[in-house]
């Protein structure tokens, strides 16, 4: 076997690992690089869409390997697609930096994930504001169409069906990819649908960690994966490192109690901020709101995941439950709670996909929350601060920041700004409540010495030496290298 890796190394996230096993070759992840698209792109500078792949091979974003790529963008830019070279990518979890460049590949590549994941990313490619986020469903791009008087014109998006992609589901599965049997097996991670693999080799087993932890309400998860995967005795150990400078204890269960010390003490609104698709997090704040009397107030975007997650039996908190309540914010004209504008006006402020929500007997404007502030947990993320000012939170009001701390520049501005937003409203100082989607060094120790693979090789860190004070047989790998295992 035969393992290159064109991300996730040096860096947190990016995974791409390329796995060749006689004539199979599968990809570990198709993931963004934060760290090296934030060096030459930003919200309002972004690679163009009519240079297809080319601004991303130009930084070395994307792999240039034929006949992976879709065709649509290789022949609009003069490149010949050739015949599909790879037999699908095996997807450990949603997150982007995992799995966003699955928009750049051919539409007839084989994705393999859990019903979560495909979950995931069916509610990004709805939701999602970006251009490319067609990952469960794919759209012809550079097509031309005939106008009345016979002339050409180009189509754009709402013009073009889409194609589904190949997505196979494989929760907890053995299953077989090209000519090489493969198992999924579930680990709890701070997105649902989280799996670790295992690849089964001539050489040897390979073990693909993917993103997870133990101290989630799905610990158990983990725990078992870790038993799995050395009862099979693995040559190789590929495993994330995010944390394996860290001895910090985190739970999920603690994030609970320290939150609640601060909603038992608040006669006003509690506006926390979680992160959008942190099921757990999510369920956290629910369990929170039974318990205060409240009602946990998501937006349109949770909302459509729940709905989706709900239709695939994924636990997750029910959008009808009693202590939910999905927020309509004023949106283009603004005029939800404007009684001069009919219905049908009011739907026109909102996106197809958000329409249905207005018939939900537990939708809530800003009127509602406004008058009855005691009663709601209003989520609210950086991006939505300005739903504060329709809000407006009384006297008495907490906020509760419960994301990870700003780690780059960026962040600390978009901290910052927060911060401003949060004193204007007379919530400040606030609470800060967070755990982790991954396990700390001493966790990291433990999976490693009870998997006991031959050889250890560390990815999703900055820090991979780090793992040669806890394992022998420690491999620091080197992108776009090929290494014989």
């Not at 040897?204 to 997870?212: A, R």
């Not at 329409?355 to 209003?378: C, L, P, S, W």
Request: glycine letters at 8%.
């Amino acid at each position: 076997m035969k393992l290159t890796f064109y991300g996730g190394v040096g860096e947190v996230g990016g995974n791409k690992i390329l796995v060749k096993e006689g004539k199979t070759k599968v990809f570990l992840d198709f993931g963004m690089s934060f760290s090296t698209a934030g060096r030459y792109f930003d919200e309002f500078l972004q690679p163009r869409k009519c240079s297809g792949v080319l601004d991303l091979f130009e930084f070395g974003l994307l792999p240039k390997i034929e006949g992976i790529y879709r065709q649509d963008y290789l022949e609009h830019c003069g490149l010949k697609p050739g015949k599909r070279s790879v037999d699908g990518v095996l997807l450990s979890h949603a997150h982007m930096d995992h799995s966003a460049y699955i928009h750049f590949l051919r539409k007839d590549m084989p994705i393999y994930c859990t019903a979560a994941s495909r979950c995931v990313m069916e509610a990004l490619d709805q939701t999602a504001a970006s251009g490319f986020t067609e990952l469960v469903r794919f759209k012809e791009s550079f097509k031309l169409g005939t106008k009345k008087d016979g002339g050409a014109r180009k189509l754009d998006s709402r013009h073009i069906e889409p194609v589904p992609r190949p997505i196979h589901e494989i929760d907890s599965k053995r299953f077989k990819v090209g000519e090489v049997e493969v198992e999924a097996v579930p680990v709890n991670h701070s997105l649902p649908g989280a799996t670790a693999y295992i690849i089964y080799a001539e050489s040897g087993p390979i073990v693909y960690s993917g993103d997870l932890r133990f101290h989630g309400y799905g610990g158990k998860l983990t725990e078992e994966f870790v038993k799995k995967a050395a009862k099979v005795k693995p040559k190789v150990l590929i495993i994330e490192g995010t944390r394996i400078d860290s001895n910090k204890v985190e739970s999920e269960e603690r994030v609970k109690e320290d939150c609640m010390r601060s909603v038992d003490g608040c006669k006003g609104l509690v506006v926390v901020n979680f992160p959008v698709r942190d099921v757990d997090r999510m369920a956290t704040f629910h369990k929170i709101a039974k318990e205060s009397g409240r009602r946990l107030v998501i937006n349109t975007k949770q909302a459509y995941l729940l709905q989706l997650l709900e239709e695939r039996r994924v636990e997750a908190p029910r959008v009808d439950d009693e202590n939910i309540a999905v927020y309509l914010p004023k949106k283009t004209w603004g005029v939800i709670c404007d009684a001069r504008f009919p219905t049908e006006v009011k739907c026109q402020d909102y996106e197809s996909w958000e329409r249905e929500f207005m018939g939900f007997e537990n939708a809530v404007t800003h009127e509602d929350v406004k008058k009855a502030q005691d009663a709601y947990i209003f989520r609210c993320d950086f991006f939505e601060l300005k739903n504060l000012i329709d809000v407006r939170p009384s006297k008495g009001s907490v906020y509760i920041r419960s994301v990870t701390e700003p780690f780059n520049d960026e962040m600390m501005i978009d901290a910052e700004k927060a911060e401003n937003w949060i004193r204007h409203f007379g919530m400040f100082p606030y609470s800060q409540a967070h755990c982790s989607g991954h396990a700390n060094g001493l966790d990291l120790r433990r999976i490693v010495d009870d998997i006991g693979a031959e050889t250890v090789i560390p990815v999703h860190t900055t820090k991979a030496g780090g793992f040669k004070e806890i394992a022998d047989g420690v491999l620091e790998v080197e992108v776009g290298r090929e290494y014989g295992v």
